[in-house]
């Protein structure tokens, strides 16, 4: 398989990208919840240490994935069933991509107000000042942008399950 995106289906780095972000996400949301209920200890430090470093790891992910797909011209689209089915499938992606940003950036800057220093993993960065009014407004943007994200992946699944089993198009060989 190549590692190029081709006319029917998505390439080996494509796929990597869509399926890596995928595990991550699926720990990292239950991971983030179970974080907030936590006593502070060891544990809760520990835990949101992995959180924080998981969701550096999607913030590059993403960020490559895009560079990639801007050279890397996307499979062609499946054969439309409704007027509007390709631009709402459009719009799903953006959003995901969207979100993903607004998630990881939202928790950056909650720590970075908070006057911590974070490991960006090729560097470590923390600002001059802290700024606990934005650091809580940043936080309530990472709760909300992790519900939009909770509806949207469930969007998208549900499309995923309508074209395979009722417009029976086979939409999952392209990303499979
Ligand atoms: C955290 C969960 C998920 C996220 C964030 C996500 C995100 C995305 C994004 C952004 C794309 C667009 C790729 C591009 O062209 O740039 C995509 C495509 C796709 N995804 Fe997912 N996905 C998730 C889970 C799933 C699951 C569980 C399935 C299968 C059941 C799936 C099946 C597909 C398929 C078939 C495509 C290709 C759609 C097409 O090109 O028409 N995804 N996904
Ligand atoms: C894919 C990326 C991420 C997802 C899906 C995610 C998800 C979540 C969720 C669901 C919560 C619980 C929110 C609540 O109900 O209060 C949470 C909490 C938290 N997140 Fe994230 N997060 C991600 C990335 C990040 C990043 C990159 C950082 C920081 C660099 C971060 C820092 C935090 C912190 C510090 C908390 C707990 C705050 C507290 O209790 O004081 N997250 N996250």
């Given at each position: 398989m190549s590692i190029f995106n081709n006319h029917n289906e998505y390439g080996l780095l494509a796929k990597l990208f869509h399926w890596v972000t995928f595990i991550i996400l699926i720990a990292q949301v239950p991971l983030g919840f179970y974080l907030v209920g936590l006593e502070f200890s060891d544990e809760r430090i520990e835990l949101e240490n992995i959180h924080i470093l998981a969701g550096i790891t999607v913030f590059y992910i993403t960020l490559f994935r895009l560079i990639w797909k801007f050279f890397n011209?996307?499979?062609s689209k499946t054969r439309s069933f409704f007027k509007g089915q390709v631009f709402i499938g459009k719009a799903n992606h953006f959003l995901l991509y969207l979100c993903?940003?607004?998630i990881?950036?939202?928790g950056i800057l909650k720590k970075l107000y908070m006057g911590e220093t974070l490991n960006f993993i090729f560097l470590k960065y923390g600002f001059e000042k802290d700024n606990f009014v934005l650091a809580?407004?940043?936080y309530e943007v990472h709760i909300y942008s992790n519900y939009l994200l909770l509806m949207l992946v469930a969007l998208h699944i549900l499309a995923v399950i309508v074209h395979h089993f009722i417009f029976k198009d086979k939409i999952l060989n392209k990303i499979t």
């Open positions: 011209s996307s499979p993903i940003f607004t990881t950036i939202s809580d407004a940043y």
